[in-house]
């Protein structure tokens, strides 16, 4: 089974850009994670959906940060306007459903990279 | 905000020898995962621990869950360079879905 799958690998682009993520998580799996990692503040939940639905977005940084989930099979977090701060790894999760008990599939990420 | 502390951050040992990574909170978790992380790859799950005192292991390497769920601690036996990476804990309050992340401990083994 292939696991979550996210594009661009890498991302170099300006300050002032719009970036968009993209996220395809494992099928069959309710709850999608946006995860940030940065040297300073390490590993940091951005906002996560079941079934779709953003459940908790308290971790997005400000405005210029959103995401959406239009269908189970498809993610996107998009930053616009672009900052140099924005600089980091940005993951995507899955999990087969809530629960305390799931285990997270993580994909190997975007390196972003804002000039 | 739960804060999970992991010590030491980092970690550089020879091949063989034993080692104990620690993730300390003031909150109580009704769950704790950890976590390790390759250069360039996201966070793969090694073990999940629910019950206070709780203890797991996975080959060489041991886990436990404090009494009171507030800390856990990762033992690793005769550490192989294969063992090199981040480790990270990650803890749940409730029945939340969330993930709270530990600052990590960078372990690196060398031959």
């Known amino acids: 089974d292939a696991g979550v799958i996210q594009s661009p690998r890498h991302e170099v682009t300006e300050m002032g850009q719009e970036v968009t993520l993209r996220c395809k998580p494992i099928s069959g799996h309710n709850s999608l994670f946006w995860y940030r990692q940065t040297m300073m503040r390490g590993l940091e939940l951005l906002i996560y959906?079941?079934?779709?639905?953003?459940?908790?977005d308290s971790g997005m940084p400000e405005d210029r940060f959103s995401a959406k989930m239009p269908n189970a099979s498809f993610s996107t977090l998009k930053i616009q306007p672009s900052e140099p701060r924005d600089s980091a790894v940005y993951f995507c999760a899955s999990s087969l459903r809530e629960g305390v008990l799931q285990p997270q599939h993580f994909g190997d990420g975007t390196r972003l990279s804002i000039l | 905000t739960q804060l999970l502390e992991q010590s030491p951050q980092f970690l550089s040992i020879q091949e063989g020898e034993n080692l104990t990574v620690y993730c300390n909170s003031s909150s109580v978790f009704s769950s704790l995962q950890w976590y390790r992380q390759e250069p360039g790859e996201g966070p793969v799950l090694l073990v999940t621990v629910v019950t206070g005192g709780e203890v797991k292991k996975l080959k060489r390497l041991t886990f436990q869950f404090g009494d009171a769920r507030k800390d856990s601690s990762l033992h690793i036996t005769a550490a192989q360079p294969g063992d090199t990476g981040l480790y990270l804990c990650a803890g749940r309050t409730g029945t939340a879905s969330k993930l709270t992340f530990g600052t990590g401990t960078r372990l690196q083994v060398t031959l």
């Open positions: 959906f079941n079934n779709n639905v953003p459940i908790d």
